[in-house]
């Protein structure tokens, strides 16, 4: 089992670029999400998806769109790019009750 | 509703305990408990839930006042390998989102 797969693992953009972020889990877990971890501010939820076919947003879901493709699938989208999206991008999955494992992370730098 | 942690950071010297709290204004479900090193994802640690007991391997453990909406973790004995960010994440009944806290800087000297 590969757990939990992110990519890219770096990413550099210009501001009003878009990109998106790919992930990925073998777990067979149902809920998925997507974190934004910055300096002194800690996990901070942007969205997630609690079945396949189901999303809804967390603490920071602006300037971001999320899509679940499949179980197994959830990616996040940058349409437009601004310098404070810059951050440590962490996609997280669990099945029920139980803990959430997180993939390796994306660190996405906007110039 | 994001729990509050607290110390924001603690040192300590190799064999020293180390107590990180973790609270919440809203009634939990359940209280999980992760350390990420610098540069890596967080790992996770040990799930307290509602109505269960305190958790525990070796030298890391926790507890889970329902009453108060606390958790506490306890780390004893404590190894160079303990130093890290600690964070609590919190569940409320319900709810399918896991709210960390901003997280608790452990560094652990020789």
């Known amino acids: 089992n590969a757990g939990v797969t992110q990519t890219p693992k770096f990413q550099v953009l210009k501001t009003g670029q878009s990109m998106t972020l790919q992930c990925a889990q073998d777990?067979?877990?149902?809920?998925m999400y997507w974190y934004r971890q910055d300096p002194g501010m800690g996990l901070r939820l942007i969205y997630y998806s609690a079945s396949e076919g189901t999303t809804d947003k967390g603490e920071v879901p602006n300037g971001y769109n999320v899509s679940r493709l499949n179980k197994r699938e959830f990616s996040l989208r940058l349409e437009s790019a601004a310098p404070s999206q810059t951050s440590v991008y962490f996609c997280?999955?669990?099945?029920?009750?139980?803990?959430?494992?997180f993939g390796p992370g994306t660190r996405l730098l906007v110039l | 509703q994001q729990p509050v942690q607290s110390p924001q950071a603690v040192i300590l010297r190799e064999g020293e305990d180390a107590v990180i709290n973790c609270s919440s204004s809203k009634a939990l479900y359940s209280v999980h408990w992760y350390r990420q090193k610098h540069g890596e994802a967080p790992v996770f640690l040990m799930i307290?839930?509602?109505?269960?007991e305190q958790k525990g391997h070796e030298k890391i453990s926790a507890s889970f006042n329902e009453k108060k909406q606390q958790s506490s973790l306890y780390l004893t004995a404590s190894q160079l390998s303990y130093s890290g960010t600690y964070f609590c994440g919190t569940v409320q009944g319900g709810s399918e989102k896991l709210v960390f806290g901003k997280g608790t800087k452990l560094t652990v000297n020789p």
């Open positions: 777990m067979n877990h149902n809920s």
């Open positions: 997280a999955s669990k099945r029920d009750t139980e803990t959430q494992y």
């Open positions: 307290l839930l509602k109505g269960g």
